[in-house]
């Protein structure tokens, strides 16, 4: 049983000094390996473990051909800038091979589990002689995997599996008490710019998760072109998170007086504080507009846009 530890009851320097301890108890005089992702909760257990650490933790970027445009070398970029070395690990076809052919949503998730956990950090942990995986799991993952509502790609332990057995590593998680309020305090606490610490949230198995049906290559550029559109539009609402999703089925739409068969973008924007209830935000229906003309035009192949209104239950934050 993991014990809580709310914002409320949260103090950040104790934590952090705790936790720092804590995981230089554990690694010793080894290494460790941390994967990055940019956001919030990897982004913070990255500066938290070379606070701890030092050269002693190698830091990588996936690049798992799933990721925001322009995402990885974003990301490298600004933490270069805070004094961590990061290398961009090009692992796309890899990723993309073992989603070929899937279209259940947990076939899904456990094929970026086994890619990430056994092919691609199997290999990183090997070459490195890392003994220990340091990684940015939330109670909130925890939850949600346990309850059965949604199989999160980095929760091991509490479902009975070792990962030491399963691929050769132990995995430290020094957020695991916490949830994305608490893990933004924290990443604050560190020193991650406000970009970083407040930044809305992003699944683990990135943009998979917001394909709905088989991940291709030019499924996932269209809802990468998708997602670019609504974050650039909507970061200045306030909400916790915001998406964009791209349905299974084509649907009939219209172009220059004749029938034309196209895709759909389904787009959602929440309210919440730590993910476990969510309401949809009641964006004005002139940003509504904009988004979906905006979308249709700059997004091939799109020609219905959508907005979810459903709240959290029953509904999930992502689609996937």
């Not at 606490?189 to 030019?218: K, M, S, W």
Request: glycine share 10%.
């Amino acid at each position: 049983m993991i014990t809580e530890i709310t914002a409320q009851d949260l103090n950040t320097g104790q934590f952090i000094e705790e936790q720092t301890e804590e995981i230089k108890s554990i690694v010793g005089n080894g290494r460790a390996i941390n994967a990055l992702s940019g956001g919030v909760d990897s982004s913070t257990v990255t500066l938290l473990g070379h606070r701890a650490l030092g050269e002693k933790l190698r830091t990588v970027f996936i690049e798992n051909g799933l990721m925001r445009e322009g995402e990885p070398e974003w990301v490298v970029k600004l933490f270069h800038t805070l004094g961590v070395k990061v290398e961009l690990v090009d692992a796309r076809k890899e990723f993309l091979s073992a989603l070929e052919g899937l279209t259940d949503p947990e076939e899904k998730r456990e094929a970026i589990t086994q890619t990430f956990y056994k092919n691609v950090f199997g290999r990183l942990v090997r070459e490195s002689g890392a003994k220990h995986l340091l990684q940015g799991t939330i109670l909130t993952d925890v939850d949600e995997t346990v309850a059965g509502i949604k199989r999160q790609h980095n929760v091991f332990e509490q479902l009975g599996i070792d990962p030491q057995k399963a691929f050769g590593y132990k995995i430290i998680e020094p957020l695991i008490q916490l949830r994305k309020d608490g893990v933004r305090r924290v990443g604050k606490g560190l020193g991650l710019p406000e970009e970083l610490f407040a930044r809305i949230p992003f699944p683990g198995p990135a943009l998979c998760a917001r394909v709905i049906g088989a991940v291709t290559p030019e499924r996932i550029e269209t809802v990468r072109r998708a997602t670019a559109i609504v974050e650039r539009m909507l970061q200045g609402s306030r909400a916790f998170q915001y998406m964009a999703i791209l349905h299974e089925d084509r649907v009939t739409g219209m172009r220059e007086g004749k029938r034309d068969f196209g895709q759909q973008i389904e787009i959602r924007c929440w309210e919440s504080v730590d993910a476990r209830t969510a309401t949809p935000t009641r964006l004005p229906f002139d940003t509504l507009e904009t988004l979906a003309r905006e979308i249709i035009q700059g997004v091939p192949g799109i020609v219905s846009v959508t907005y979810n209104i459903a709240p959290k239950p029953p509904s999930t934050i992502e689609a996937v």
